[in-house]
């Protein structure tokens, strides 16, 4: 069992399911910036270690323009019909 901790209130952590996880991973794989600092650097090892364990997938790069808020609807639909798989990237 996975524990998640919301960081906002850790006083009484709510359970949460974790999402359905692909058993390989094929096709092509969206790295989104979400425009916090230092995101792009986690992002560049991600795209390196993905391209070394999976040479047969396809690795686009995409950012959101402020990550204050929502990425633009363009900019979901666009990169929902361009990759298989999403990695957004959380860093500071």
């Known amino acids: 069992m996975t524990t998640i901790l919301d960081p906002t209130d850790e006083r009484v952590p ?12 094929a096709g092509t794989v969206a790295l989104l910036d979400i425009s916090k600092p230092r ?5 560049d090892q991600l795209e390196a270690q993905l391209k070394l364990r999976a040479p047969g997938i396809e ?7 402020t990550f204050t808020k929502p990425a ?21």
């Open 14 to 25: 709510v359970k949460r399911q974790l999402a359905a996880r692909a058993s390989s991973l």
């Open 39 to 43: 995101g792009n650097v986690l992002l």
């Open 59 to 65: 690795v686009k790069r995409y950012a959101k323009p």
């Open 72 to 92: 633009p609807d363009s900019l979901r639909h666009e990169i929902r019909d361009a990759a298989d798989v999403v990695v957004e990237a959380l860093a500071d």
